[in-house]
């Protein structure tokens, strides 16, 4: 029912951004919440930014809160992560995900669709 395709990973040095994005099949992504999740070798995925159906509450996890943005343009079907000051622990692959309710959330569990990820690479 919902196709997810991230796109904007790479290899940056670190202090460096980088702007994820999330393109969104299907015409109920604006009712959807959207989320961003990652997953570095050997550690569990998990949450990093999350936006409620419309873009008017936004949550982030503690590791990236303060230069991060996630934001949402619903009449492209599209989700954006703006990661700023980028270090090697923000190496991971990044997910998108859809949510099955429309109330920002941040357990991997309230989300039903996932992308199939892309690389951020931050070099020291």
């Known amino acids: 029912q919902v196709q997810l395709v991230e796109s904007g990973g790479g290899l940056v040095q670190a202090g460096g951004s980088l702007r994820l994005s999330c393109a969104a099949s299907g015409r109920t992504f604006s009712s959807r919440a959207m989320g961003w999740f990652r997953q570095a070798p050997g550690k569990e995925r998990r949450f990093v930014a999350t936006?409620?159906?419309?873009?008017?509450?936004?949550y982030y996890a503690d590791s990236v809160k303060g230069r991060s943005t996630i934001s949402r343009d619903n009449a492209k079907n599209t989700v954006y992560l703006q990661m700023n000051t980028l270090t090697p622990e923000d190496t991971a692959v990044y997910y998108c995900?859809?949510?099955?309710?429309?109330?920002?959330?941040?357990?991997?569990?309230?989300?039903?669709?996932w992308g199939q990820g892309t690389q951020v690479t931050v070099s020291s």
């Open positions: 995900a859809a949510g099955l309710g429309g109330a920002a959330a941040s357990n991997r569990y309230e989300y039903g669709y």
């Open positions: 936006i409620n159906w419309s873009g008017g509450v936004t």
